[in-house]
């Protein structure tokens, strides 16, 4: 069945930056889109970034300019590098997989804590 793993999150200060990865297995990583998205107490869900397997990404404004997303396709891996953070990057975050023909994303690891202090 599908998995996704990720890894990388932590406690850091304001300005530091973090690495996120997400494994994927049990899909054809080349048929996916991959993304990230974030859940902060009392917040909904948002997308922070999603690219394509050939490259085509997209961010949501608060994170443009600080974060990057990434794929290694021969690894099945996401990267999502996190810079200049700031304590309202602070929440849960998601990495998420759907073909590349639909618009939902139906498939989700168990999310990672990134804490960001003042």
């Known amino acids: 069945q599908v998995q996704l793993v990720e890894s990388g999150g932590g406690l850091v200060q304001a300005g530091d930056s973090l690495r996120l990865s997400c494994a994927a297995s049990g899909l054809t990583f080349s048929n996916y889109r991959m993304a990230w998205f974030r859940q902060a107490p009392g917040k909904q869900r948002e997308l922070v970034a999603a690219?394509?397997?050939?490259?085509?990404?997209n961010y949501s404004d608060s994170v443009k300019g600080r974060f990057t997303i990434s794929r290694d396709n021969a690894k099945n891996t996401v990267y999502l590098q996190m810079n200049s953070l700031k304590p309202e990057d602070t929440a849960v975050y998601y990495c998420a997989a759907r073909p590349t023909y639909e618009t939902k994303y139906n498939y989700w690891g168990q999310g990672t804590q990134v804490t960001v202090s003042s």
């Open positions: 690219r394509s397997y050939g490259g085509i990404t």
